[in-house]
Structure formats: C-alpha cells, structure tokens
C-alpha cells in the first residue's frame, strides 16, 4: 500500500490544507497584530476581555470595537489566533457588528462618538506601532523608579565586581527560562534583580502566574507576571543569566543532562632533574585547566620549557561542569601568587625562560582549595607559604 502524504489525506477528510504563513508581515498585518497583542495586555492586566459600554473608559470600549471586528473578520481572525492564548477569538457571549475592513483607532473613536484627541492630550493616541516597536519599549514603559534602590545598589555593585574578577559568568538563556527570587538577569543591556515573587501562582490572565518585583541597576523596578519576564528574555538575543562561578556540579565524575561540560582542572608533577626540583620535588606543582585531554596536552613536556623541559606526570584532576575554565585558572593562579615557583631555565635553543603556573604547594591543599570553590568559600580564605595551610582572612 502507497503511503499518502499530510495533504492527500486531509484532501480524503474534506479538509484543505492551510498555507505556510508569510515570514514577513505587511504594514496593515502588522497594525492589527499589535493592535490585538494591545487587547491582550488589557487583558493581563485588569483579568476580563474589554466591554462595551458608557461608562466603560475610552480605551476599553475601544478595545471592546477591535476585538470584535477582528473577531468578524476571517482575515484578521486568522492572523492572531496563532498567538490567542486567552481564547479571546472565541464568538460566544459576543455579538459583533459586521465591518468590511479594519479600521483605524480614528475612525474607531469616532463611532464610539468620541472626538479623536489632539496630540498632547493625555488620551491621544498615535498610529498603532509594529509588533516590534512595541515589544522594544514595552519594558521600559512598564518601568518605574525604585524607591528603596539603595537598598539593593549594593547587590549591584557586588556583581560587577564578581564578573570583572571571574567569580560570576554571564551565560546564555534557554527558551522560558526558570526564574526564582535572588536570580539576576542582563536584559537589553541593563542588570536585573528577581526581588520578589509573589507566594502563590495567582495573578495573571487565567489566575496561573506569578507576579515579579524586579529591580534594574538604572534604578528603576517594573512589576511584572513571570510569564512576561519570560518572554522579554526570549525576545533579547543578548539576554543573559548571571550565575556564580561555582553554580551547578562543578566538579564531579558525572554530569547531569543540562551540565555543560567545560574541562579538567589537572596538577602536575615534573621528573626533571633541575636541582631545586629534585629537592622539592613533593610539594612543586603545575595548576592548569584544559578543555581537551590532559594526556594530549602533555605529549611533548619534555619539549616545551612551559613543562620545565622534562617528562610530567598527573597528580591529580577534577571534572568540571557550567564554567568559564580560563577564569577559573586565573583565579587559582591570583590564589597562589605568594606561592609561585621562581626558577629559570633553559629551552632547547639555549635561550633563558622563566616558566609560569608551578606553585610551592603540596597536593592537599590544592584538594582544600578545590572545596573551597565547590562550597563557595574560597574568598573567606588565603594561603599561607609558611605555615603550607589555608587561613581565614
């Protein structure tokens, strides 16, 4: 038997298969699109579709006169039900009046028998914009300035510094990114700070959805639903989380599913037989990070007078998962600063090197500061030469 294609078997059950819809949309689509995304957040905000009515305000009643011609409109219906999560387009308890085209908000007020405002009234209302100008200056309109923001200029201050010196990363979002109270965000270019959240998932349109204190680094806050965040974050390309450096299973012989695999922290031993290095040969080791296998990296020690000129062998690695592993080495290697190695040697030309990352430290400490990083305490500490420990302070 001949398998038949999607659009032989709707033709068999008497359905014709709809077209792929345009990428692009004309001025007029594009009108009543935003004009319907503006029903819709009327209806986010006050919990019921527009109404009819004298005693209704302008706007209302003028949303109440779109959405029923849009609803008596095939052309228009078709092109916003995709996007009716609220079941405005359905017909019930609504009885429109046939109308022969979209009208504009002008011709609108005026059969509401309203005179159309002058621009500078409270009321005027502009040309409707395009679904993406109206998206851009959605979240700033929402804005408005934080009171108490010196309260929370200090998480501000402290998080610039974390990512200047690599204990914070910002990182891509994935699509209805999970938002909880304390997370941190950069939206269209500025810092935000999840302040609040509302104890239970009742607010919204269907009484579904969490409402949202957030505080930007302008100093202004917005209150918001959680699905509306959302959606911001997915509209900006550049939006980014900001997590702690050691946020997630850092270090551990697994990963989970959404781990990202970054590399191995990896301690190495030199067989040289520079005399400083027989002598301490114990406590002398090379810190790096890598994202490949260590194996590979340390083929051609013996060639390379970053290695010391000599074989190498593995003391010691650690997995890791979520992090930026060249922030990660430049924070182990500041952390050993008063522990590095001063040696100098030759290449195989002749010519003087003074290798970097070989610290005067034995392996258990390296282990210690290694749980430092995992519980998030490293910077509660230093390291003494010494007394060879980690100190507070």
């Given at each position: 038997m001949?398998?038949k294609s999607?659009?032989?078997?709707l033709a068999?059950?008497g359905?014709?298969?709809?077209?792929k819809?345009?990428g692009?949309?004309?001025p007029?689509e594009?009108?009543?699109?935003?004009g319907?995304?503006?029903?819709q957040h009327f209806?986010?905000?006050?919990?019921?579709?527009?109404a009819h009515?004298?005693?209704?305000?302008?706007?209302?009643?003028?949303y109440?006169?779109?959405?029923?011609?849009?609803?008596?409109?095939?052309e228009?219906?078709?092109?916003?039900?995709e996007?009716d999560?609220?079941?405005?387009?359905?017909?019930?308890?609504?009885?429109?009046?046939?109308?022969?085209e979209?009208k504009?908000?002008?011709?609108l007020?005026?059969?509401?028998?309203v005179?159309?405002?002058?621009?500078?009234?409270v009321?005027?209302l502009?040309h409707v914009k395009?679904r993406?100008?109206?998206?851009?200056?959605?979240?700033?309109?929402k804005?408005?300035?934080?009171?108490?923001f010196e309260?929370?200029?200090?998480?501000?201050?402290?998080?610039?510094?974390?990512?200047?010196?690599?204990?914070?990363?910002a990182?891509?979002?994935?699509?209805?990114?999970?938002?909880?109270q304390?997370?941190?965000f950069i939206?269209?270019?500025?810092?935000?700070?999840?302040?609040?959240?509302?104890?239970?998932r009742?607010?919204g349109f269907d009484?579904n959805?969490y409402?949202l204190?957030?505080?930007y680094?302008?100093?202004?806050?917005s209150?918001l639903?959680l699905?509306?965040l959302?959606?911001a974050?997915?509209?900006?390309?550049?939006?980014?989380?900001?997590?702690?450096l050691?946020?997630?299973p850092?270090?551990?012989?697994t990963?989970?599913d959404?781990?990202?695999?970054s590399?191995?922290?990896?301690v190495?031993?030199?067989k040289?037989e520079?005399?400083t290095?027989?002598?301490?040969?114990?406590?002398?080791?090379?810190?790096?990070v890598?994202?490949?296998?260590?194996?590979?990296?340390?083929?051609?020690?013996?060639l390379d007078?970053t290695?010391l000129m000599?074989?190498v062998?593995?003391?010691a690695?650690?997995?890791?998962?979520?992090?930026?592993r060249t922030?990660?080495?430049?924070?182990?290697?500041?952390?050993?600063?008063?522990?590095?190695?001063?040696?100098?040697?030759?290449d195989?030309?002749g010519?003087?090197?003074?290798?970097?990352?070989?610290?005067?430290?034995?392996v258990?400490?390296?282990d210690?500061?290694v749980e430092?990083v995992r519980?998030?305490t490293?910077?509660?500490y230093?390291?003494?030469?010494?007394?060879?420990?980690?100190?507070?302070?």
């Open positions: 001949v398998e999607n659009a032989e078997l068999e059950l359905v014709e298969a709809a077209p819809k345009k692009t949309y004309s007029r594009e009108r009543i699109i935003a319907f995304e503006e029903i209806v986010e905000e006050h919990g019921h579709s527009p009515g004298e005693s209704k305000g302008i706007f209302e009643r003028l109440a006169t779109r959405l029923d011609q849009i609803i008596d409109q095939e228009c219906r078709s092109l916003v039900e996007i999560h609220q079941g405005l387009l359905v017909v019930e308890n609504r009885t429109p009046e046939s109308s022969k979209y504009s908000d002008a011709e007020l005026k059969e509401l028998g005179e159309a405002p002058k621009e500078g009234d009321t005027f502009k395009t993406a100008e109206v998206k851009a200056a959605e979240e700033i309109a804005r408005e300035l934080c009171e108490d309260k929370f200029k200090p998480i501000f201050d402290a998080v610039q510094q974390d990512l200047k010196s690599g204990l914070r990363e990182k891509l979002l994935v699509k209805n990114a999970q938002i909880d304390g997370d941190l939206l269209f270019g500025q810092k935000a700070y999840v302040a609040e959240v509302s104890e239970g009742i607010h009484n959805d409402r204190r957030v505080i680094d302008n100093g202004t806050e209150d639903l699905r509306s959302q959606k974050l997915d509209r900006d390309e550049a939006g980014r989380r900001i997590i702690e050691t946020a997630g850092l270090f551990s012989d990963s989970g959404e781990d990202l695999a590399g191995t922290i990896y190495l031993r030199s040289s520079h005399p290095i027989i002598e301490n040969r114990d406590v002398i080791h090379k810190i790096g890598t994202g490949g296998k260590v194996e590979t990296r340390i083929s051609n020690a013996k007078p290695y000599a074989d062998e593995i003391v690695t650690y997995e890791l998962y979520n992090i930026n922030k990660l080495e430049h924070i182990l290697h500041k952390f050993f600063e008063n522990a590095k190695l001063d040696i100098q040697i030759n195989r030309f010519n003087p090197v003074t290798p970097r990352e070989w610290f005067l430290v034995p258990f400490i390296i210690e500061v430092k519980n998030k490293l910077s509660n230093r390291y003494d030469v010494e007394s060879a420990c980690l100190v507070k302070g």
